[in-house]
């Protein structure tokens, strides 16, 4: 899409062509976890704007449009038409647009005497963003409208249901089309997840039957993993397994996810947050937000977003030591090339050209790389440990495994709850849901009280109980106990999303997607992998409708409570 709708010509030495990336806030979402905008300019993109900003005309350069085929996108491109704005008009949308739509942007582009500057429109069926190698959420504009909470509202209308959907199928048929494979689909009975199986499996089916245009065949068929085996759509319902994204974790990628504000893989902190406080009587300085993009192109991250948190503080403490000793050769390295004082950006920039002169020019910027690496993960755990440590998140990891795996107790839930100095009210009231979801017969009325009394004490709300009290009622048989599953930190144990996979996998080798409607979270995730680790080389793909922490998933239970 970038190079113009065609295969970018691998090792040529020619410039590419300069070109503006025009995007929607849902194109932008899609775009920015999978290129950094060093990649964008090396592709030739020089400026990348929101459709909806205030754009200047910039006459004799073509335009790469990544938009959905809104109402409002649509005017805001036959604007762009009539104000002459580009060079010429490339139109990419990234889900299908329908005939009426594409008739206006004809009508604009004739009024406007600019039909032969609308060089192509493409359906790009993109609508899914893609965070991982094998993990992908629908969307994250608008996620409310596809969200658990606008799944499981009592009140719900059936057409808002239909739109619902519709909405979710959508993504997951552009999904498929990008894969190039057709799913075999499996899914429970009687929830939201078997509608959108039946409608995803008839939108499919429709597309197959016009055989000229499918999108399924011939040159559109991806080549590569998928072409030989059709991949098993394993289709789940949040509410099979409430607990897991209640959980505390104790992995790294998850606990970022958990306890700071990690969005679209970059992580956004307080710079210098909990450092030493200022001197008395002097004004608080103004906390800069830093973010940090955590990407496949991190060695580091890829190799341990999925072990346990020591695992990595240890492993950053190693990777300094590593880095100090090769300091000296930094300072060495900076000298022979008479930059002692210069900034590491601007040693950056240096032309390749005096890159040539020297090896030592080679190995620097290398350096320089790894040690950004380095303070990145340093500031990042750091910030993480302060969770644990004034939340006591360890303790909480630990009796929540053990009330997930039904083990033996060895301190009484009252007691951490009545604990001032054990987590927030979120903590308890995730803790005390999780108790909730896996006791086997719901606790007496009268500990039912005093469990409540202790929450209130501890500055809790409620809601979120209310609303799991009526889900237990509703969900007693079809969520996956986890019955007498001993399990202690290290022991690999299955989730119940992974159990599923796993009875429907059986003997068969087929790649596999899981896909839970009503949103998932990074534990489910890692969990899947682990798991796809030990059957050696089976291919798992996770995805979800939104992914969501426990703060933002207790929040739409409390909503859902208070109804």
């Known amino acids: 899409m970038l190079n113009f709708n065609a295969p970018p010509l691998k090792n040529t030495a020619a410039e590419p062509v300069w070109k503006v990336l025009i995007y929607d806030r849902f194109g932008q979402d899609i775009i920015s976890p999978l290129l950094s905008v060093k990649e964008l300019r090396d592709m030739g993109i020089t400026l990348h704007l929101l459709l909806h900003s205030d754009r200047d005309p910039i006459p004799d350069v073509p335009a790469i449009y990544f938009i959905m085929p809104t109402e409002e996108n649509i005017d805001r491109i036959c604007q762009d038409l009539r104000n002459q704005l580009y060079e010429s008009y490339f139109l990419n949308f990234i889900s299908a647009i329908s005939r009426s739509k594409l008739e206006d942007i004809a009508s604009a582009a004739l009024a406007a005497n600019a039909v032969s500057q609308v060089t192509k429109v493409y359906d790009q069926y993109l609508n899914f963003i893609t965070l991982e190698d094998d993990m992908f959420v629908l969307c994250h504009q608008n996620k409310e409208l596809i969200s658990y909470h606008a799944i499981n509202r009592a009140d719900i209308q059936d057409t808002d249901m239909e739109a619902i959907m519709d909405t979710i199928v959508d993504s997951l048929f552009c999904f498929f089309v990008t894969l190039g494979a057709v799913p075999i689909i499996r899914c429970p009975r009687g929830n939201a997840a078997e509608m959108v199986a039946v409608k995803l499996d008839k939108k499919l089916r429709e597309n197959l039957r016009d055989a000229r245009n499918s999108l399924f065949t011939g040159d559109n068929m991806a080549t590569g993993q998928f072409s030989f085996q059709r991949p098993l759509f394993v289709l789940a319902d949040r509410n099979v397994d409430m607990a897991t994204p209640l959980h505390h974790t104790w992995t790294y990628q998850a606990l970022i996810h958990d306890v700071l504000d990690f969005q679209l893989n970059r992580v956004a902190m307080e710079e210098g947050a909990g450092a030493e406080p200022s001197p008395a009587g002097a004004r608080p300085k103004k906390k800069n937000r830093k973010t940090y993009d955590l990407t496949a192109a991190d060695r580091f991250w890829q190799k341990h977003k999925g072990s346990p948190f020591p695992e990595v503080a240890e492993s950053v403490q190693e990777e300094l030591d590593t880095y100090r000793a090769q300091e000296d050769e930094v300072k060495r390295l900076k000298s022979i090339m008479g930059l002692e004082g210069e900034d590491e950006g601007a040693i950056s920039m240096l032309s390749d050209n005096t890159a040539k002169l020297t090896s030592a020019v080679s190995s620097l910027p290398e350096l320089l790389e790894k040690k950004r690496l380095i303070d990145l993960h340093t500031n990042v755990a750091t910030a993480v440990l302060d969770h644990i440590k004034s939340r006591k998140l360890d303790v909480y990891f630990e009796y929540e495994e053990k009330l997930m795996s039904k083990s033996t107790l060895d301190k009484s839930l009252l007691d951490i709850i009545s604990d001032p100095d054990a987590g927030t009210p979120e903590d308890k009231m995730r803790l005390f849901l999780i108790y909730y979801i896996a006791a086997l017969q719901a606790p007496s009325e009268s500990d039912l009280e005093q469990y409540k009394t202790a929450l209130l004490d501890a500055g809790c709300d409620l809601s979120p109980l209310n609303y799991i009290k009526q889900w237990k009622v509703m969900n007693t048989g079809s969520q996956f106990v986890m019955e007498g599953v001993k399990n202690l930190v290290l022991k690999q144990h ?39 680790k030990v059957k050696q080389g089976k291919k798992v793909v996770y995805g979800c409708s939104e992914l969501f922490n426990a703060a933002q998933f207790i929040k739409q239970l409390s909503q859902l409570g208070q109804k």
């Open 494 to 532: 299955n989730l119940p999303v992974t159990r599923i996979l796993d009875n429907l996998m059986e003997m068969k080798s087929n790649p596999a997607i899981v896909f839970v409607v009503g949103g998932g979270n990074y534990i489910e995730y890692q969990n899947l992998v682990d798991y796809a």
